[in-house]
């Protein structure tokens, strides 16, 4: 069935530095693929989501892109901040029945 | 903006108590989800609705029972509370045919 498989956390960055976590997804057919971001003590926030291949999902900074010859969808951020941990979700949404599958979070943490 | 809301953010029940946990959603959205969400294990989708009256098994469906009376409402009823519940457990609503949801800010359930 469809899955989706996200990198282990924790991440723990400085400052400014450069962000990738790693997503990727098993699928039938043509699967819209998202991010959320939890922020601590609070429910699940869209972060961003790409529909069709080589798309580019970005939102606040952070940045994906639908890369079907890979199956992955990696989020990036040039330059993160303290305001940035959180843990984050790579999501995959497909078939009939619109749910979502939910890689398992990562972790990231900024520290300043 | 689409608001998800949760009867409660913390609860603390006793072993075989009956357990009642609500969400509203106000965007008239026709399918609403509940997750819970344990370290390590990611989201996972406990019922799902499609509309009033309808509802359908998720993944871990056992030991839990939803009703939906009113478009708005989904409810969750844990029907004798056991310690391997104690979760987080998040609501969620979205539009039909579209993959996006909207979480609420989750309830921190601890049975005793």
């Known amino acids: 069935g469809d899955s989706v498989t996200q990198m282990e956390g924790p991440v723990t960055l400085s400052e400014e530095a450069f962000l990738t976590i790693n997503c990727t997804y098993t699928a039938t057919g043509y699967p819209s693929l998202f991010w959320y971001v939890q922020y601590p003590g609070e429910g699940l926030q869209l972060l961003l989501k790409a529909t069709k291949a080589d798309d580019k999902g970005s939102n606040k900074g952070f940045e994906a892109t639908y890369r079907k010859e890979t199956t992955s969808f990696h989020l990036e951020k040039g330059s993160v901040q303290v305001s940035d941990s959180a843990v984050y979700f790579c999501a995959l949404g497909g078939g009939a029945t619109n749910k979502l599958i939910f890689g398992t979070g990562t972790l990231l943490a900024v520290q300043p | 903006d689409v608001k998800v809301t949760q009867s409660s953010r913390y609860l603390v029940k006793r072993t075989g108590e009956k357990v009642f946990l609500e969400c509203v959603q106000d965007m008239d959205h026709e399918n609403m989800f509940w997750y819970r969400q344990d370290p390590g294990l990611g989201l996972r989708l406990i019922y799902f609705?499609?509309?009033?009256?309808?509802?359908e098994k998720g993944d871990i469906p056992e030991g839990y029972s939803v009703s939906r009376e009113k478009k708005e409402r989904f409810s969750l009823i844990l029907e004798s509370a056991s310690t391997n519940q104690t979760s987080m457990y998040l609501c969620a609503s979205a539009v039909f045919g579209l993959y996006e949801q909207y979480f609420g800010p989750g309830t921190r359930l601890t049975v005793t």
């Open positions: 609705s499609y509309d009033v009256k309808m509802k």
